[in-house]
């Protein structure tokens, strides 16, 4: 059967039948129609003042199942203790154990040693149960955060290792860019274009062409016949300058009037200059 | 016999209070661990968004490119592609050739072309005029004609052109 359990005073709704008291505990018999030790307690909380002989705030009270009565009952003793006595009495634990007499019948009370110890333990075991609660639900939320800090990492390293590679494409990307750039500043095509123009507008007709040379943004035009003084003039005024033949000039026909076979320096300090150069700063 | 109600051992205060201090102490120590745990998580999720945040500048940088592609190597070789263009300016393309190649992001390289071949003044002209408007596309690196006697230039054509779906980059 379960243990007996300290009441305070309560409303008196059930029937008590009186019994004679030995001992230290004072003992009555209730027949109640319930087996539940909880409801049975409950019942005799609610009349504690009817029950004991002495003013309800000074005992605590035990309830035993004895067995079941012909009626169809069930019948408790009530063991009552004084509160003092339990408080005096040495024990182990948090109960004291007290033996009443119920009929000649000897019972076992179990008294709970003074509510303010009572609910200690009882906020005791609480605490215990709700922090091996919380300590579970703490225990499973940090295995939860673990995997999501991995499952994290590994995104974060996989993006770290995509913005590597990113930043070589970039870097790469960024020096052919720029280098593209500087050519197409440099290296305008349409240079061919102003220059044949250029030598058209400043000999007033069409210009026979030796050759053409365009290399880093230098455009180098050798003509098949020399060019009068005005058209040289003419030229320069357009940004075209005369030179004198070098090796990036246009290996084309040699000028005019060159003995074959002669060296090109020789022929370049003899021969009249048909080398004509511009840029694309230059050309206007 | 006599009857008893203690069928429940009563645990002895101490252990209680032994025990509940060991829950709290648990607990306690879990909270910190996870607290540590959460400020760790904030950090990575931190990091991966500052990494998204880079590899999307990245993206946005390699998709800008150089410029527009001139030829797509998809459909014909690249050489074969830029002699056609130079054919419909009026040269006459003798050899076409792609001596390197470097990548240049969106699936485009930057290719260098020597084309040799016959042209004469005004197809010169055209070609000069046509590199110009494809500037963005095509950059004429270098040009040499050199007259011959039929009134045609024998011609040799160095031409950087910016070419889609180029698969093996040339030495």
Redesign the interface.
Known sequence: ????ETFGPGDATATATAAPARDEVFVRAVDLPTLSLRQARAAVGHQLDILSPLPPAEVVA???L?GPTEEGLNRY?VGLAPRRLIAETPA????V?L?GRLDG??????FSRGGR?TG??AW??I??L???C??IV??A??LR??R??DA??A??DA??A??QQ??H??A???R??GA?RV??AT???????CA?TSLVKASGAPV????????GGQLTVRL?APPTTGAVAALKALGVTQVAASAQA????APAGAAPGAPADAAAAVLPMQDFQTSVAACR | M???????A????AL??A??AL??I??LG??I??GL??S??HS??N??AE??R??AE??R??AE???APLIDAGAAPAADALAARLRSLGLVVQKTQLVAA????RGLA?ARFVVEGRAD?VS??R??????AN??S??????????GDDGK?NVRIEL?ALVRGLKAAPS
């Open positions: 059967m379960d243990a007996g035990s309830v035993v004895v003793a182990e634990g948090r109960t154990t033996i019948q000897v019972i076992a009370f179990r110890e200690l333990g005791l075991e605490a215990i709700a922090g091996a919380l300590a703490l225990a939320a940090n955060v673990d999501e800090i994290v990492q995104k974060v993006a770290d995509g913005v990113k930043s494409e970039a790469a990307l960024a052919v860019a593209w050519a197409a290296r305008r095509a349409g240079l061919v274009d044949l026979k062409i030796a050759g053409v040379a365009l290399a098949a246009p290996a084309g026909p | 006599p009857l008893t109600a203690d069928t429940t009563a645990r002895p205060t209680s209070v025990l509940a829950a709290a648990v607990v879990l909270a661990r996870l745990q959460l760790a998580l990575v999720g990091d991966l990494a998204r880079t590899a990245l993206d940088t390699v490119g150089v410029g470097t990548p240049a992001g930057v003044a010169l002209d070609l000069s005029l046509w590199a110009d500037a963005r095509a950059i004429l690196e270098e040009l040499t004609a050199n007259a230039s950087d």
